[in-house]
């Protein structure tokens, strides 16, 4: 586990390390059970089979600073598709989600710049729930980031499993990022499920930000231009980067 102690930093531009250029990605369709997901797609303008990455947004939908950070990792070199699960339901069920994730990966294997060998999983707030609970289940991710995600949420109709039940079936590395100050997450159930992932001997990165709050990396809907966010951006593309091959 990892405890970092961001200091006040000059400015930087994630995209300063993008490997390629600026990229604008588009407003996509994800069918799934029968319904058009209103979702967002970026990739980099080469044709070749590259590594991908889904996005789950938050709980507070598909926000222009989830666009946004799409372009940044296609500019970084992975088609990125982020999926608008809330489309139909504000709180759909986990297996809704579930087979939208699916479709997701179908959406993907049908492009021809995308390397299926090399796909990732990243999710915020629910999403980062979703991201513990899915890449368990689904072995076609090679590597998860978990934004701020709820380990232990669960035991519903609607959400029958928490993903601290799906530990033993983790069989790819997943990072984890989160903050001190989480109110909705508390950073102890955090640590909590950090250590349940070492007693399982799973691979796994704690980053945690001293004094951030829960959803730091966006704010009133817009990526935050703060030491915390940008580490932490940089922290999962160097993540993905290490693990998509």
Request: hydrophobic content about 40%; proline content about 5%; overall charge positive.
């Amino acid at each position: 586990m990892m405890l970092k102690h961001l200091l006040s930093t000059s400015a930087l531009l994630l995209s300063s390390l993008a490997l390629g250029q600026a990229v604008k990605g588009a407003d996509v369709a994800v069918t799934s059970g029968g319904r058009a997901y209103q979702s967002y797609l970026a990739a980099p303008a080469s044709a070749t089979p590259k590594p991908a990455v889904i996005l789950l947004h938050s709980f507070n939908g598909l926000e222009q600073g989830y666009k946004d950070l799409v372009d940044e990792m296609a500019a970084a070199g992975y088609v990125t598709l982020a999926l608008g699960w809330q489309t139909f339901e504000r709180e759909p069920s986990d297996a809704t989600v579930k087979t939208l994730v699916e479709d997701g990966l179908k959406f993907l294997g049908a492009r021809g710049d995308v390397n299926m060998n090399a796909v990732g999983l990243t999710g915020f707030c629910a999403g980062g729930r979703y991201t513990m609970l899915l890449q368990p289940q689904l072995k076609q991710f090679k590597a998860g980031v978990a934004w701020y995600g709820f380990p232990d949420q669960g035991g519903t109709a609607a959400k029958p499993q928490a993903p601290t039940a799906l530990i033993g079936d983790l069989s790819t590395p997943m990072l984890i990022i989160h903050g001190t100050r989480d109110v909705p997450s508390p950073v102890a159930g955090i640590y909590a499920y950090a250590q349940k992932l070492d007693a399982a001997s799973k691979t796994f990165k704690l980053s945690v930000y001293q004094g951030e709050p829960h959803g730091f990396l966006l704010s009133s809907g817009r990526l935050t231009d703060t030491p915390a966010s940008r580490d932490a951006r940089r922290d999962m593309l160097a993540y993905f980067r290490e693990w998509l091959k």
